[in-house]
């Protein structure tokens, strides 16, 4: 399963071995949340810019196309032409957050769908079934998201409620493996760990649901509304708390700094939507900061989005012609800027493994921080 090469102070280095593959962690995840990243990014693109993980959403798969059709077409890999790892949310973020109508019971979540309306019921065993015929490499538990701020007495009658519920996904997740229709039989279930900003809870969860000796784990509920000062207080403080031996993943996190600094507080995956969105708005990433290509000053510029970087973008076309694009609304600029976005993280979690193995990591980390913090400030 997962094998911890070395750590440099927290930060880790490691190989997570999966059915689909061997991941080389720390890794950031490229989220196509509909079984394809945003921006007209195909597979054999992802397979180019040294993607390890892609990400897909239960919630947007189960409502559109449907699971049961993917898994006629054969599961996610088959459907959508993808050899790697692929991990599925469960969906749980997407019920709390897209959906106004809700009523959260025991037995699961029943809300409407945000396309037509239509009444949905999902709790962990559905969440467990939609991600099994997805046949994802990994499925995560369905778990509550909890608003931000919340009190005390609501955080933790939530995150209590998602500890029961984690145990039926395990429950449900280990009866769906052995059934001989499924298509992927060896599918990995990782627990979510809650408890919004009250580092006594998120403790005590981590405990209990390390218990339960699942291949990894997840610290959900940050990114939400807190500042980054807290989330990585509430990291230094739970992660020690959670398997040094299974892989711990932030969700939903973040900027390149977000995930430097989560890296060296001990954290293995990472995914969000930044990349892709930003690129699809003409922001692009560099190692001397972000830059928006929208701006009259790239008019004329012959230069790469990034001296140096190898992604499709950078090796053949320049700002000024990817910005003439954007201003024509030609897709084409969109897909230049999210190729070349998605490299720029896939390539940064390469530096990180490479600075970490030669325990250079806290001066890499500060290095890289400087850099990033010298963009244009618009």
């Given at each position: 399963?997962?094998?911890?090469?070395?750590?440099?102070?927290?930060?880790?280095?490691?190989?997570?071995?999966?059915?689909?593959?061997?991941?080389?962690?720390?890794?950031?995840?490229?989220?196509?949340?509909?079984?394809?990243?945003?921006?007209?990014?195909?597979?054999?693109?992802?397979?180019?810019?040294?993607?390890?993980?892609?990400?897909?959403?239960?919630?947007?798969?189960?409502?559109?196309?449907?699971?049961?059709?993917?898994?006629k077409m054969g599961?996610?890999?088959?459907?959508?032409?993808?050899?790697?790892?692929?991990l599925t949310d469960s969906g749980g973020f997407q019920v709390f957050s897209l959906a106004g109508l809700r009523k959260i019971k025991e037995e699961g979540v029943h809300?409407?769908?945000?396309?037509?309306?239509?009444?949905?019921?999902?709790?962990?065993?559905?969440?467990?079934?939609?991600?099994?015929?997805?046949?994802s490499t990994i499925a995560m538990a369905f778990d509550e998201c909890p608003p931000h701020p919340a009190t005390r007495e609501y955080m933790q009658n939530s995150v209590d409620r998602t500890t029961r519920w984690l145990y039926r996904c395990k429950t449900e997740l280990d009866r769906l493996n052995s059934l001989e229709d499924t298509i992927n039989k060896n599918q990995m279930l990782f627990g979510?760990?809650?408890?919004?900003?009250?580092?006594?809870?998120?403790?005590?969860?981590?405990?209990?649901?390390s218990e339960l000796d699942l291949p990894g784990y997840a610290v959900g509920g940050l990114a939400v509304g807190e500042s980054h000062e807290e989330m990585y207080a509430i990291l230094e403080q739970v992660v020690p708390h959670l398997p040094l031996e299974k892989p711990t993943y932030l969700m939903g996190v973040g900027t390149p700094a977000n995930i430097l600094e989560a890296v060296d507080r001990g954290v293995d995956f990472f995914d969000c939507v930044y990349p892709s969105?930003?690129?699809?708005?003409?922001?692009?990433?560099?190692?001397?900061?972000?830059?928006?290509?929208?701006?009259?000053?790239?008019?004329?510029?012959?230069?790469?989005?990034?001296e140096g970087c190898q992604c499709p973008s950078c090796r053949n076309y320049s700002r000024g012609y990817i910005r003439h694009l954007l201003k024509a609304k030609e897709m084409l600029g969109m897909r230049l800027c999210v190729l070349h976005n998605l490299y720029f993280y896939?390539?940064?979690?390469?530096?990180?493994?490479?600075?970490?193995?030669?325990?250079?990591?806290?001066?890499?980390?500060?290095?890289?921080?400087?850099?990033?913090?010298?963009?244009?400030?618009?």
């Open positions: 399963m997962y094998r911890l090469i070395c750590r440099d102070g927290n930060a880790k280095r490691g190989e997570f071995h999966t059915v689909h593959g061997v991941i080389q962690t720390p890794v950031f995840m490229n989220v196509g949340t509909a079984a394809a990243i945003k921006g007209a990014v195909s597979t054999t693109d992802l397979q180019e810019i040294g993607t390890q993980v892609e990400l897909s959403n239960t919630y947007h798969l189960h409502v559109r196309p449907g699971d049961e059709i993917v898994k599961g996610l890999h088959k459907f959508m032409v993808w050899d790697k790892p692929i809300f409407n769908s945000h396309i037509d309306g239509r009444k949905i019921f999902m709790g962990p065993e559905e969440s467990m079934q939609i991600q099994s015929n997805l046949a979510i760990n809650q408890g919004g900003t009250f580092a006594d809870i998120r403790i005590e969860h981590a405990k209990r649901i969105r930003n690129g699809r708005h003409g922001h692009v990433y560099t190692h001397t900061g972000k830059i928006n290509l929208f701006n009259a000053k790239y008019e004329l510029d012959d230069k790469p989005i990034e896939n390539h940064l979690m390469e530096e990180i493994r490479q600075a970490i193995e030669e325990h250079r990591y806290a001066a890499f980390k500060e290095e890289t921080l400087y850099g990033l913090k010298q963009g244009e400030k618009d």
